[in-house]
């Protein structure tokens, strides 16, 4: 089945600095990516859907200048947390599918920022 | 919000077939019934997904009400690793991201 890749699996970082998250489709092409956070105890929360080749569409609450999303092409999208603080700290998960099939999820990256 | 609603929690017996139920009464027409599980500390698992025939693969078998009202899953003899968060999720074809509600802790006992 369609795989998704996500690195790194787990980061720890100061607060203050930048985290990147690589999400990769690795044999299909996902023309959209979703990228969802999680926090302890709770489901998934959508944070936003980048198109490739176009500006991603942050869901109500989300700051697009903190959050920033890349996805320059068919296998590749990239979340940025920038001047990460500790109420960031979470489990971030991308997903991403083609045309109507089921959408396919990454291992989820851990971060914490200290 | 999340379609779908489910029980918070479920046990069962290792080996023994595990049902879990899911109420969409607001379906639509279009939209499909998916299922996935979440293993502690890992992304989604896509499990099964169908429209309104009954559907079987190789991990469980997804029974839909004729009136698509409802549906439950099942995972025909559960092991350990079946423990999980299992998530019923409604949507509609391409584009469209999931929404996940609180699924159902499923504890597979020995």
């Known amino acids: 089945g369609a795989v998704v890749s996500q690195h790194p699996s787990w980061v720890i970082c100061k607060s203050g600095t930048s985290v990147k998250i690589e999400c990769r489709s690795l044999d299909f092409q996902a023309t959209t990516m979703f990228w969802y956070r999680q926090f302890p105890k709770q489901s998934l929360m959508l944070m936003a859907t980048s198109n490739e080749g176009s500006k991603a569409t942050y869901e109500q609450g989300v700051e697009k200048d903190k959050f920033l999303i890349n996805h320059a092409s068919l296998t590749l999208s990239t979340l940025t947390v920038t001047s990460a603080h500790p109420e960031d700290s979470s489990f971030y998960i991308c997903?991403?599918?083609?045309?109507?099939?089921?959408?396919?999820f990454g291992n989820g990256t851990r971060l914490t920022v200290t | 919000d999340a379609k779908t609603t489910q029980p918070t929690s479920m046990d069962c017996a290792e080996g023994r077939a595990a049902n879990l139920p899911c109420n969409h009464s607001t379906i639509s027409g279009n939209e499909y019934v998916y299922w996935y599980r979440q293993i502690h500390s890992q992304g989604p698992q896509y499990i099964i997904h169908g429209l309104k025939n009954n559907e079987t693969n190789e991990m469980a078998s997804l029974i839909i009400t004729e009136d698509r009202k409802s549906s439950t899953l099942i995972l025909p003899h559960a092991t350990l690793r079946d423990t999980a968060v299992y998530y019923c999720i409604v949507r509609a074809n391409y584009g469209q991201n999931f929404v996940f509600g609180p699924g159902t802790r499923l504890s597979v006992l020995p």
């Open positions: 997903s991403g599918g083609t045309g109507g099939s089921p959408l396919h």
